[in-house]
């Protein structure tokens, strides 16, 4: 490729043989992970290893062709990334199956097939991110659908006090999930047409820019969304996802900062109100501050949950028990919320930092799609995505360690949990896609190519 084709000189190379090297070592992770397990709890390794690693791998592989041939510019790194976290969250769920006797982790790999395949659907049939640009209205309206879906007599299903559940032919399924994919969808085709009137209009107000009072009306209407999320669904995590997620593109499309005040104003302000009226988001707030007061016998026993992860934390400490030393199943629901409190406890500190640490890497190769990319849709939509994940991260990691009030959302590619790994892999696709478009080398506009010389040469007019 040319200097001429590319932006300031700089021209991206495929790396595609760099994302297969780093596939394999995501593998080693996630096999080795395994193994570890069942010497940890068993004292051998697992007899279907082979079956298992072979799956995983070929997933993997599968994967990894499918971005070689579709989008073949798109960042080496994302793939391998997300294959490491499913790989080991995989192994975690399945050292928590052989103390209960569950069978969660067959599970999962059969969440993570079905999430690899959508992924490579979604990279073949979306050619162009640009297209989503055209269905922006459709898709913000079938997210607040699915967001109301629960709330349907019948078909909702209220799960450990959070009606965000439907159950459906004998399947449960959280549209949340699929909601958050749609709205940043949604959200950024909105903010590419209107950011300059809410970017330019407005008054300055102690050193702050504040927008118009009648440019407030979708900020508004996600202020009303995300608090009827927390009121009526019961789940602060989902609230605090979505009205964050819309609040730091808001911000990323008009380099506002007034909006972050509006915005912050607006929710705590809510976030007050609920907890004067509603009884949940107390209890939810006391169980937060006080946990031991709800620990044990001779109380209400609540913060069972939230305490014993803590203690599996501690217990942990820098480096952990090792795979089969701790008692993380004394935990409630630890292979879904409460992964990370099982990591920490048998990998410690250690394995939580380095957790952390690809998530970050994965938000950063995000954000660096969205920075190289040459449309203003493809930027606010790579940053959604990136907040997405690093959003829910923060709530998640957030809720177990106590920094924040305890939320019911999951790890992305850790925890167990088919509608939230599914739209997860989704997410990754469309990210690659992202990608691909924005690293790909600048088309050649120079008459380097002679072949249409001929047809643009000029006739002289004959004088008469």
């Excluded at 399945?94 to 999962?108: G, I, K, P």
């Amino acid at each position: 490729m040319t200097q001429t084709g590319s932006i300031m000189g700089f021209v991206h190379r495929r790396r595609r043989g760099a994302e297969l090297f780093l596939l394999v070592l995501a593998l080693a992770v996630g096999i080795g992970a395994y193994a570890a397990v069942g010497l940890g709890v068993e004292g051998t390794v697992p007899a279907g290893i082979i079956g298992y690693g072979s799956w995983l791998a070929g997933l993997v592989i599968v994967a990894h062709v499918v971005v070689r041939f579709t989008a073949p510019y798109a960042d080496p790194v994302l793939l391998p990334a997300v294959a490491a976290l499913n790989g080991l969250g995989l192994a975690v769920i399945y050292r928590l199956d052989l103390v209960r006797d569950a069978t969660f982790s067959s599970q999962q790999l059969t969440w993570m097939t079905l999430g690899v395949v959508l992924f490579v659907v979604t990279l073949i049939v979306v050619r162009d991110h640009r297209v989503l640009q055209r269905f922006t209205y459709t898709l913000g309206l079938a997210a607040i659908l699915l967001l109301l879906l629960p709330l349907v007599p019948g078909l909702g299903a209220t799960i450990n006090g959070a009606r965000i559940w439907i159950r459906l032919a004998g399947f449960s399924f959280q549209p949340g999930e699929v909601a958050k994919v749609l709205l940043v969808i949604a959200f950024a085709g909105y903010l590419v047409l209107h950011r300059d009137a809410l970017a330019l209009a407005g008054r300055r107000v102690l050193f702050v820019d504040l927008p118009r009072g009648r440019d407030l009306g979708p900020i508004l209407a996600m202020w009303l969304v995300s608090l009827g999320i927390l009121v009526f669904q019961r789940d602060l995590g989902s609230s605090l996802l979505f009205f964050g997620l819309f609040l730091v593109m808001l911000y990323v499309a008009t380099e506002r900062p007034g909006w972050l005040v509006v915005g912050g104003t607006m929710f705590f302000g809510g976030a007050f109100i609920a907890y004067q009226l509603f009884g949940h988001v107390r209890d939810r707030v006391d169980i937060w501050l006080n946990p031991f007061a709800h620990y044990g016998e001779g109380t209400d026993d609540r913060a069972f949950q939230p305490v014993e992860a803590m203690f599996g934390l501690a217990w942990g400490g820098l480096l952990g028990r090792g795979f089969g030393n701790g008692s993380p199943d004394r935990v409630p629901y630890a292979e879904s919320d409460f992964i990370v409190a099982s990591i920490g406890e048998e990998l410690g500190l250690t394995g939580v930092i380095a957790v952390v640490l690809v998530y970050g890497l994965l938000v950063e190769r995000a954000l660096r799609a969205a920075l190289v990319c040459r449309d203003g849709f493809g930027k606010l939509m790579a940053v959604g995505l990136a907040g997405v994940l690093a959003l829910q991260v923060f709530v998640v990691i957030g809720g177990v360690t106590r920094l924040i009030p305890l939320t019911g959302l999951t790890t992305p590619f850790l925890s167990y949990g088919g509608s939230s790994l599914i739209a997860n892999w989704v997410i990754v696709a469309l990210l690659l896609r992202i990608s691909d478009q924005a690293r790909r080398p600048v088309p050649t506009l120079s008459g380097e190519d002679d072949s249409d010389s001929e047809s643009t040469q000029v006739v002289k007019a004959v004088p008469r």
